[in-house]
């Protein structure tokens, strides 16, 4: 019985492996081979052997089988992998980056690629190393970006005096916006009267109105000197 290995599962079947094959017990006390053709019923002699290791089954080594685990979460796992070390890889190649872009200002332009070859072939490229070199400026002049954009407003009192004057400039604004149209117009009008471009603006406005009754179908009306109404 040293060579055979017994296996109960939860469902309540037994299977015996001997030398490679494995046996299966039936509900009526029979045991089956298993073939490439399926399950096929043992000998007689075979039978009784297999059945008298059953019952002794306590001195049979047992089957262990490790749980696979679930492929969903498998695969979860392989993907997280994936970009945990595309992460990891592009903060190296920051690093490598940063690293050669100092190197590059201490030995001097004319001797860099010189330099890089005697140091750093066959393990590392020269243009590999340049794309490095791009990506970690570009991610420290958008981490500088960032940073700026942080940044708390200025304490100091000119900062404090030019704030306060922007949000009182915007504050009128507002208030003039949301005031009735009709005395803001009246206001400029009056304003441009009282200057030196009132002239020319004159027309322009005139020109300007009349567009406006034509687009939305209004009847001009004017006095003449008679003081009679005509369109």
């Not at 045991?31 to 039978?47: D, E, L, P």
């Not at 704030?163 to 916006?177: G, I, L």
């Amino acid at each position: 019985m040293s060579s055979m290995a017994i296996e109960r599962r939860a469902d309540g079947s037994v299977s015996i492996f001997h030398h490679g094959r494995q046996y299966r017990r039936q509900h009526n006390g029979s045991w089956t081979k298993r073939t490439n053709n399926g399950w096929t019923i043992v000998s007689a002699r075979r039978n009784r052997r297999l059945e008298r290791a059953n019952q002794h089954r306590d001195e049979i080594k047992q089957v262990q089988r490790f749980t696979r685990p679930e492929p969903r979460r498998r695969i979860a796992e392989l993907i997280q992998q994936v970009f945990t070390s595309i992460a990891q890889r592009r903060e190296m190649n920051k690093i490598i980056g940063r690293a050669c872009d100092e190197l590059k200002e201490l030995v001097g332009h004319g001797n860099w690629q010189t330099f890089f070859k005697r140091t750093f072939a066959p393990r590392l490229n020269l243009r590999t190393a340049e794309r490095y070199m791009e990506l970690a400026k570009r991610e420290d002049a958008a981490s500088k970006i960032d940073t700026v954009s942080n940044l708390k407003p200025s304490t100091s009192k000119r900062a404090r005096k030019m704030r306060h004057a922007t949000d009182q400039a915007a504050a009128e604004v507002e208030t003039t916006r949301r005031s009735d149209p009709t005395s803001v117009i009246e206001s400029t009008i009056k304003a441009l009267r009282q200057s030196s471009h009132w002239r020319a603006a004159a027309p322009q406005i005139i020109a300007f109105l009349r567009g406006l009754c034509r687009k939305y179908d209004v009847a001009i009306t004017t006095k003449n000197n008679e003081g009679s109404t005509a369109e």
